[in-house]
């Protein structure tokens, strides 16, 4: 059998943490990459035997691309503090790992729930992610805040779910957009993108559009109602934010002229 390392980047997890390490005990190795956690995150990371390394955080992508080589084995589940794996995706990979996969990669699709509820509508119940895969299979690159594995192939998928507990409370969701949303227009900045009327006005609408009515948001009650109308403000306030370090970048031009 492939041995299995479970790789979990973490930065003051300590409310998600603990359901996460019992969702892979049986895993080979669980490894954490901490960026200097504040609260309990590595004493219960070392109370669940996972070997804990830090390392200063720069971007996801960053962060996880240098944890990647570090892994004690070539097979490598990565997940975020907030997700479990359940039963039958455990299996799953288990007996996938048994003989040699024929991918080096594979997609898991997440049920993802907000504040205590799964959305089931608005494309969340079909969010496909990379994370199992082999560590020479490829790397991932700066797309989106969390990053996306770039891949010479197509990926296989995997039947079994991957929970994703994000955002329990509002006060949650709303730490999570500020740092979100500005790391987003951050890394449009460098990559010399530019946001106009179409970014700030047209694109939220359509984002709201899109998850509410096309893919039926609308299904999920009131709460499908507060996450697309959330989603299209977070495509506002993403874009603002990049329009807004263009103003202060042409200000600066001005005043070295």
């Given at each position: 059998?492939?041995?299995?390392?479970?790789?979990?980047?973490?930065?003051?997890?300590?409310?998600?943490?603990?359901?996460?390490?019992?969702?892979?005990r049986?895993?080979?190795?669980?490894?954490?990459?901490?960026?200097?956690?504040?609260?309990?995150?590595?004493?219960?990371?070392?109370?669940?035997?996972?070997?804990?390394?830090?390392?200063?955080?720069?971007?996801?992508?960053a962060?996880?691309?240098?944890?990647?080589?570090?892994?004690?084995?070539?097979?490598?589940?990565?997940?975020?503090?907030?997700?479990?794996?359940?039963?039958?995706?455990?299996?799953?990979?288990?007996?996938?790992?048994?003989?040699?996969?024929?991918?080096?990669?594979?997609q898991i699709?997440?049920?993802?729930?907000?504040?205590?509820?799964?959305?089931?509508?608005?494309?969340?119940?079909?969010?496909?992610?990379?994370?199992?895969?082999?560590?020479?299979?490829?790397?991932?690159?700066?797309?989106?805040?969390?990053?996306?594995?770039?891949?010479?192939?197509?990926?296989?998928?995997?039947?079994?779910?991957?929970?994703?507990?994000?955002?329990?409370?509002?006060?949650?969701?709303?730490?999570?957009?500020?740092?979100?949303?500005?790391?987003?227009?951050?890394?449009?900045?460098?990559?010399?993108?530019?946001?106009?009327?179409?970014?700030?006005?047209?694109?939220?609408?359509?984002?709201?559009?899109?998850?509410?009515?096309?893919k039926?948001?609308?299904l999920?009650?009131?709460?499908?109602?507060?996450?697309?109308?959330?989603?299209?403000?977070?495509?506002?306030?993403?874009?603002?934010?990049?329009?807004l370090?263009?103003?202060?970048?042409?200000?600066?031009?001005?005043?070295?002229?």
């Open positions: 059998m492939n041995p299995l390392t479970v790789l979990i980047p973490t930065h003051n997890e300590e409310a998600n943490l603990p359901a996460c390490l019992d969702s892979v049986w895993a080979d190795e669980i490894f954490i990459v901490d960026s200097f956690s504040t609260d309990r995150t590595l004493a219960i990371a070392r109370n669940h035997g996972a070997r804990v390394v830090q390392h200063e955080y720069s971007s996801h992508a962060q996880r691309n240098w944890a990647i080589p570090q892994a004690r084995h070539e097979w490598i589940l990565l997940l975020d503090a907030d997700e479990r794996v359940t039963p039958a995706l455990q299996e799953e990979i288990q007996t996938l790992l048994q003989t040699a996969p024929p991918k080096k990669a594979y699709c997440r049920r993802t729930f907000y504040f205590g509820r799964e959305l089931k509508h608005g494309g969340f119940s079909h969010d496909w992610v990379t994370r199992l895969f082999h560590r020479d299979a490829g790397e991932i690159e700066e797309w989106g805040f969390h990053g996306e594995m770039k891949l010479p192939f197509t990926p296989g998928r995997l039947h079994g779910r991957l929970l994703h507990y994000t955002c329990r409370t509002i006060e949650d969701y709303f730490s999570r957009f500020q740092l979100y949303t500005t790391g987003q227009a951050q890394l449009l900045f460098r990559k010399n993108k530019r946001a106009g009327f179409s970014h700030l006005v047209l694109r939220p609408a359509w984002r709201f559009f899109q998850l509410y009515i096309l039926r948001g609308f999920d009650g009131w709460l499908g109602l507060l996450i697309c109308t959330l989603s299209g403000f977070y495509v506002f306030t993403k874009y603002m934010k990049l329009w370090l263009q103003q202060g970048e042409a200000q600066d031009h001005a005043s070295q002229s």
